[in-house]
């Protein structure tokens, strides 16, 4: 089992930033690759951002490319994602999300998820 816990949400204006956290703890977090998602309502669970085992490589949906950034340390067993340039568009609640697979962008294929964080953009 994995435990993963979010941080890091809140209001914030459009154009602005924050910076979310996913804290781990149970089996080793370098055995698993890493992603973040996000859920408005009434709307499906989209992938936002993906990061190997190891941290060489990141992958990132489109609609987030150049504004948001993830990162891992796995010394501290966390994973966290930069939010720049936030749109209104962007507000959801964001998910860590923790898989054996390497480079999926599916949820389905994520093994252990946390509870979520809540982020609003007001424009």
């Known amino acids: 089992q994995v435990q993963l816990v979010e941080s890091g949400g809140g209001l914030v204006q459009a154009g602005g930033s924050l910076r979310l956290s996913c804290a781990a703890s149970?089996?080793?977090?370098?055995?698993?690759?890493m992603g973040w998602f996000r859920q408005a309502p009434g709307k499906e669970r989209d992938f936002v951002a993906g990061?190997?085992?190891?941290?060489?490589?990141?992958y990132y949906a489109d609609s987030v490319k150049g504004r948001f950034t993830i990162s891992r340390d796995n010394a501290k067993n966390t994973v966290s994602l930069q939010m720049n340039s936030l749109k209104p568009e962007d507000t959801a609640v964001y998910y860590c999300?923790?898989?054996?697979?390497?480079?999926?962008?599916?949820?389905?294929?994520?093994?252990?998820w946390g509870q979520g964080t809540q982020v609003t953009v007001s424009s």
């Open positions: 990061i190997s085992r190891g941290g060489g490589s990141t």
């Open positions: 999300a923790a898989t054996y697979s390497s480079g999926t962008h599916y949820a389905r294929h994520y093994d252990y």
């Open positions: 149970g089996r080793t977090f370098s055995n698993y690759a």
